[in-house]
């Protein structure tokens, strides 16, 4: 059962996305992984299981889902660390990249990395599986925010709470990382959002992105989801998106410069409410 600080009253800024039901069934599943974050994370701080769990390798900090094996790879790895899985298998590979990159790249063993889960949903793996790594010690290190969101819900010691990806109200450099897992692609402002991000970070702080993505990319007119137009990355709006991280002192971690490395063996990636098959690519930029 939820603790007191887990109570939620929360009212909704915005309709839910996909209907009252699709919301009661996200509701639920909320409240299952938090319940199982918050006894497993206290039985294995008794048995010492948090300090023996690897760092995640399965995928590099910036990569195109190739095929249906990757993901499932990652999938497996994830269970081996005993982290709970998003129900959509998928969307667990750009989770354990983001995570790995996180504890990987800017946490420095003491568990205290201030971290922003840009466009959250509080049923979505990033955050819990950092809590299950021992981050969200310090109150308010772990941090997620949406425009659907209305009062301040805590899980766990982590916050959610209303906020824009693009004017997020927090002080310059307080952030070691900002993850943002499949939000983009849904109408979000892109230069805005990286002006944000480089604003929010610290120099050395590293932004992870992944989103929707093809090397030749499906028709999309005509499907709407989550209030706007769906959308697809193709390579010549990845190469824009990286310039425009160069432009606001973002450098990506990886490289994207081959003639392959935009290009992809698979759709492994379906999405059954818009009928359409594609992939994932996730982006890690460091702030100079």
């Given at each position: 059962?939820?603790?007191?600080?887990?109570?939620?009253?929360?009212?909704?800024?915005?309709?839910?996305?996909?209907?009252?039901?699709?919301?009661?069934?996200?509701?639920?599943?909320?409240?299952?992984?938090?319940?199982?974050?918050a006894v497993q994370?206290?039985?294995?701080?008794?048995?010492?299981?948090?300090?023996?769990?690897?760092v995640p390798t399965?995928?590099?900090?910036?990569?195109?889902?190739?095929?249906?094996?990757?993901?499932?790879?990652?999938?497996?790895?994830?269970?081996?660390?005993?982290?709970?899985?998003?129900?959509?298998?998928?969307?667990?590979?750009?989770?354990?990249?983001?995570?790995?990159?996180?504890?990987?790249?800017?946490?420095?063993?003491?568990?205290?990395?201030?971290?922003?889960?840009?466009?959250?949903?509080?049923?979505?793996?990033?955050?819990?599986?950092?809590?299950?790594?021992?981050?969200?010690?310090?109150?308010?290190?772990?941090?997620?925010?949406?425009?659907?969101?209305?009062d301040e819900v805590?899980?766990?010691?982590?916050?959610?709470?209303?906020?824009?990806?693009?004017?997020?109200?927090?002080?310059?450099?307080?952030?070691?990382?900002?993850?943002?897992?499949?939000?983009?692609?849904?109408?979000?402002?892109?230069?805005?959002?990286?002006?944000?991000?480089?604003?929010?970070?610290?120099?050395?702080?590293?932004?992870?992105?992944?989103?929707?993505?093809?090397?030749?990319?499906?028709?999309?007119?005509?499907?709407?989801?989550?209030?706007?137009?769906?959308?697809?990355?193709?390579?010549?709006?990845?190469?824009?998106?990286?310039?425009?991280?160069?432009?606001?002192?973002?450098?990506?971690?990886?490289?994207?410069?081959?003639?392959?490395?935009?290009?992809?063996?698979?759709?492994?990636?379906?999405?059954?409410?818009?009928?359409?098959?594609?992939?994932?690519?996730?982006?890690?930029?460091?702030?100079?």
């Amino acid at each position: 059962m939820p603790t007191p600080d887990e109570t939620d009253h929360t009212t909704q800024v915005a309709a839910p996305p996909g209907g009252r039901l699709l919301a009661a069934a996200k509701r639920g599943a909320e409240h299952l992984l938090w319940a199982r974050v918050a006894v497993q994370r206290r039985v294995e701080a008794r048995r010492g299981h948090d300090v023996s769990r690897p760092v995640p390798t399965a995928v590099p900090p910036t990569a195109v889902l190739d095929s249906e094996v990757m993901w499932r790879t990652a999938v497996e790895q994830a269970s081996r660390l005993r982290l709970p899985l998003h129900r959509d298998l998928p969307k667990n590979w750009d989770a354990l990249g983001a995570v790995g990159a996180v504890l990987s790249l800017v946490d420095d063993g003491t568990r205290t990395a201030r971290v922003m889960d840009a466009g959250s949903a509080r049923y979505s793996p990033v955050l819990p599986w950092l809590r299950l790594y021992g981050l969200g010690s310090v109150p308010g290190s772990l941090l997620g925010i949406n425009l659907e969101f209305g009062d301040e819900v805590r899980r766990d010691g982590v916050v959610f709470r209303h906020g824009d990806v693009t004017a997020t109200g927090l002080p310059d450099g307080s952030l070691d990382a900002i993850t943002c897992m499949s939000v983009i692609e849904h109408g979000v402002p892109i230069e805005a959002f990286l002006r944000e991000s480089a604003r929010v970070l610290r120099p050395g702080g590293i932004l992870c992105v992944s989103t929707d993505y093809d090397q030749a990319p499906p028709d999309t007119a005509g499907r709407t989801a989550y209030g706007s137009e769906v959308r697809i990355f193709g390579p010549q709006e990845i190469l824009e998106l990286l310039a425009g991280a160069e432009a606001c002192d973002l450098e990506l971690v990886g490289d994207l410069s081959t003639s392959d490395s935009l290009s992809h063996r698979e759709r492994p990636v379906h999405w059954k409410r818009v009928g359409l098959d594609y992939t994932f690519i996730l982006l890690t930029f460091r702030r100079r």
